[in-house]
């Protein structure tokens, strides 16, 4: 054996006891899973900032969230995208069983439309200003904490006791069949 690979197999070993010392319920139980999630989050956010703002944009998007959130007026398409990241969040939790990657897939998505603000000229009574790159990131973390927050943890109650009741029958719903 080489120092190459004990080296690698403390390092491992180390890298599993940190793990060990989170709560499964933080960082889930099968980590590749809960990496992979996190992964498809990044990608997420990133694709939800190019598409929110090159289309509708991000002040529309905050603009029918207000309206919807004030009662001024009820928009279907805030509902149903505050329904759909309930769902995912709930499928995240029951796959990877883990709060972090499920917070993460959630809060992707308005960060990513908060992000969606970068360049984007807005008006100061005589100045005009664009929207910095640190500005959009304070944007993004404010709105995916104020709104991914709350859907992340409903997300995760749903899934994770979705789980539960599919672990605590075998996946079985309902009365048993007895044929005959």
């Known amino acids: 054996m080489s120092s190459d690979d004990s080296g690698l197999r403390k390092l491992h070993q180390s890298g599993r006891s940190l793990v060990s010392a989170v709560p499964s319920w ?3 139980n099968r980590l590749d899973r809960s990496m992979v999630t996190v992964l498809l989050a990044a990608v997420l956010g990133l694709a939800v ?3 929110a703002g090159t289309t509708i944009g991000s002040d529309r998007v905050a603009d029918l969230v207000v309206e919807t959130w004030t009662g001024a ?3 279907v398409e805030v509902a149903v995208a505050a329904c759909l990241l ?3 969040g709930a499928l995240s939790a029951a796959i990877t069983s883990g709060f972090l990657p499920t ?3 959630v809060a992707s998505v308005p960060f990513g439309i908060g992000l969606g603000r970068y360049g984007t000229v807005y008006a100061v009574e005589q100045f ?3 929207v910095s790159l640190p500005e959009a990131i304070a944007d ?3 709105a995916a904490i ?3 927050l709350p859907l992340a943890v409903l997300g995760y109650l749903v899934g994770a006791s979705l789980r539960r009741i599919a672990g605590s029958n075998g996946g079985r719903f309902g009365p048993r069949f007895r044929p005959g």
């Open 140 to 142: 993004g973390t404010g």
């Open 128 to 130: 005009t200003m664009v």
């Open 103 to 105: 917070f993460a897939l």
């Open 146 to 148: 104020v709104v991914g």
């Open 73 to 75: 007026e009820f928009h």
């Open 86 to 88: 309930v769902g995912i």
């Open 26 to 28: 933080l960082v889930g």
């Open 49 to 51: 900032a190019v598409g």
